[in-house]
């Protein structure tokens, strides 16, 4: 069992920047791969960025060049960078892990960008 928990979410204005945090409860290194997804109102759950045991990043065409996913072993946590923010971004935030051949979710962190 993995428990996940996010946190560093709020309110920001366009062209701002959050750093969201993920803190895991087992070792960084028994997971497989962990991702960040966001879900909109009335929209499907979306991949946003992920990153494996080994460092190697993904991102979607839509965050590419602003958002950054980072993972720090000691401390148990993935991070999400995200900067110039746009309304668009407006979502909950997820936290995934993979164990393979489970996966496990945090309860989400909503990020709201609005003037």
């Not at 962990?34 to 992920?50: C, F, H, N, S």
Request: with cysteine; aromatic share 8%.
């Amino acid at each position: 069992q993995v428990q996940l928990v996010e946190s560093g979410g709020g309110l920001v204005q366009p062209g701002g920047s959050l750093r969201l945090s993920c803190v895991t409860s087992v070792m960084m290194g028994v997971i497989d791969n962990m991702a960040w997804y966001r879900q909109a109102p009335g929209k499907q759950r979306e991949l946003v960025a992920t990153i494996t045991r080994g460092g190697s990043t993904y991102y979607d065409d839509s965050v590419k060049g602003r958002f950054t996913i980072s993972r720090v072993n000691a401390e148990n946590t993935v991070y999400l960078q995200m900067n110039s923010l746009k309304p668009e971004d407006t979502a909950v935030y997820y936290c995934n892990a993979v164990v393979r051949p489970s996966d496990w979710w945090g309860q989400g962190t909503q990020v709201t960008v609005s003037s």
